[in-house]
């Protein structure tokens, strides 16, 4: 079905996310759902909830949240009654900040370690676990420069097929779609692996 993605992508353009979700979930066998409970991240889970209410939903916890971040969280965990499935660092927070000294400065080798230890590897660890066919993810064009040469559907290096009903929407399409639908805004949000909002995190980049 997904053969050609250029051609594919060219038609899941004219179509709106919901849309996008519902043809893609209708063949899927194993879908995951991917969110980091970011600021906008309701809107794909309500959107693919909608469609298959108990999709797994894959959270990566750092440790490094923000305490609002985790209160958005356990939210929409309840309110949405999410299928979720939370997967964290080997080693815990407290033990870094003791041991290793907390966040590495960015663009460092340290914090390349850094980066690998709290999202890649409990991120590979999840995706063995769960074995998907279809990964949903929020990624959008406009976040970041590297994300400008993706697009809605994407082939992951180990075969995965990548899809990102948001890609071709704004900020603003998002924040009409969460007042519309009555869902939540998180806006204190922070990401230890990033820590710029336009950096990549090498959780795309690497797969």
Known sequence: MYQDLQERNRQLKQQPPQQIINDVLSTATQPVLTTNFGPHEAAIIHMATRCCPDIPVIWIDSGYGTQATYQFADKLI????LNIHIYHPKFSRAFRD?????IPEVDTPEHDTFTEEVKLEPFNRAMQV???DIWLTAIRKEQTAFRQNLDILTQTQDGLLRVAPLFHWTELDLEEYLVNNDLPIE?????PTKVIGHRECGLHTTR
């Open 187 to 191: 806006e204190d949000y922070f990401d």
């Open 78 to 81: 309840r309110e949405l009654n």
């Open 130 to 132: 769960h074995f998907p």
């Open 98 to 102: 003791a041991v290793k000294g907390g």
